[in-house]
């Protein structure tokens, strides 16, 4: 993973992480929608709450205006 930028994944989003199933031992991936209409896709939370962009990424917690659980191909 090699990350040093993960964030906290909003509050609001906290009860959907729980409520859904994980994709591997403590982690879901999920695509991240933000409010200028980007799309990150197959980000891994970790623990439910904590984000972990990839090298390239960089994610606001502030400007994300949804997440959904990833499609798995």
């Known amino acids: 993973m090699g990350n040093s930028a993960s964030i906290l994944l909003p509050e ?9 199933p994980e994709n591997g031992m403590g982690y ?3 695509d991240v929608i933000f409010k200028d209409g980007r799309v990150l896709k197959k980000i891994i939370v970790s623990n439910s709450s904590i984000i ?10 502030e400007d994300i205006e949804n997440i959904r659980l990833s499609a798995i191909k």
């Not at 609001?12 to 859904?20: D, E, N, R, T």
């Open 12 to 20: 609001k989003f906290l009860k959907f992480i729980l409520a859904s």
């Open 52 to 61: 972990l962009p990839k090298d390239s990424e960089i994610i606001i917690a």
């Open 28 to 30: 879901h991936l999920v």
